[in-house]
């Protein structure tokens, strides 16, 4: 009897997440009516398959969040188009189209454009980028000119002081989360997340807590990997619930002169190796597209570091930096920049950590806070290992810099400049103390997370602010 009852459950639980299937291939496809209608008779067939319940309630929501990254109209990104190209028609958005650079979805019947779609044209389509900067004069980014003069100095004082480390700088950081006025009811608790330091590096130390808006709070454990201070404060009618809290720290530039020769053979039996040279899905999958990516890459090099280095080159000249839809709404993030050949710093890391993996190189995650003067911003970057050297990081995203000194030129290959606040070394990993409702950000943790009783809170309800002030 014991076997009868495991068979039937096991039948029906399979049966229902062939429904699942069914539902995200409509979802995908952008039949979000048909798929609402699915998940609600779904769920009135299966109402004691809670794990079922779950995975077909967040779809619901990845629609719901899906539709708020897609809102821009033919018109509007015309609009935009038309203070570089004043004779752009329909036509045009079209060739955008085909070739990848314009970011649309076509939900029941309706084609809707990525919000950032319109200025991500001239940041993906290479003849676009070069109208702008002859319509804009083409001034280089502030962030560039900051780098370009400050790199060099920290190569210099590595090299001069035989250390991959250099000019340490004090960071004071001021960090401020905002729940708008009634989005939770007056007296009900609101919970809260913020982004707080790593203190497991290096290059990050001196952790020095100094106030928080709560009197109880909760730092989580230094070992959480997406670390966090835990808040909670009681709505009230008519006012914005705010969470605040500051600290410093010290961070140092890191870099390594790499010599390839140098680079020994990885012990290919050690647990951390197989950990970190491993897929995990559902973000890095060795899918047939990374397969015929590599193979273009990489070839028959050998060498691990040879083998990085053209991965990181590749990435800095094909894909893009390009403003990116919410990380939850993306099934695959390192297939979706193979496939789309653009994306923000996360989606570029996560693509250089799949290539990696898939070619025997330990890598993994990073991410958290910008924080160069003028250039304030949320972050996302990585670390790679090689035999001989350890842990490196790495920054996909600034990729190779303009300079002819091989060493500034390859420095966020095996180097991490000091202006920089490590929240996470591992992605989707779990808040402390633990989250009730489905997280606004499922891969990374930047901004903070906050709930209540009935449900979670998501962007479009609450704002934050980081303020940092640099020392000597």
Known sequence: MKIICLLIFLAGSIMGYNDLDRVRKEVDQGNYSVAERMIKNILEENRDNHLLALELKFELERMDRIRKDFTKTKESVLEYVKRYYPDADESSLIIWEKNGALEYKIIDGEKL?????AANIFRIDKNAKKKKNEVTGGKKDKLDEFLEGYLPEVVKEAVDNQSPFAKKVKLKINYTLTVDPDVVPGGEMVRAWLPYPREAHKRQSGVKFISASEKNYIIAPPETMQRSIYLEKQAEAGKPVVFNYALEYFSENEWYDIDQDKVQPFNKSSEEYKKYTSERAPHIVFTDRIKKL?????????NPYIRAKKIFTWI?????????????????????????????????????????????IPAKWQSGWMFHPGSVNLHDWGAFYLEGYGWLPVDQSFGITESDDEKVKYFFLGGMDAYRFIVNDDFSAPLFPAKIFPRSETVDFQRGEVEWRGGNLYYDQWDYDMKVEYGE
């Open 294 to 302: 590599s193979e273009k890459i990489v070839g028959d090099e050998k």
């Open 113 to 117: 454009y990525f919000n950032r779609a």
């Open 316 to 360: 800095s000249d094909n894909i893009p930096w390009a403003g990116a839809r919410e990380y939850s709404t993306i099934r695959n993030i390192s297939d979706y920049c193979a496939d789309r050949g653009h994306g923000d710093c996360g989606i570029k890391t996560l693509l250089f950590v799949t290539l990696c993996r898939y070619n025997g």
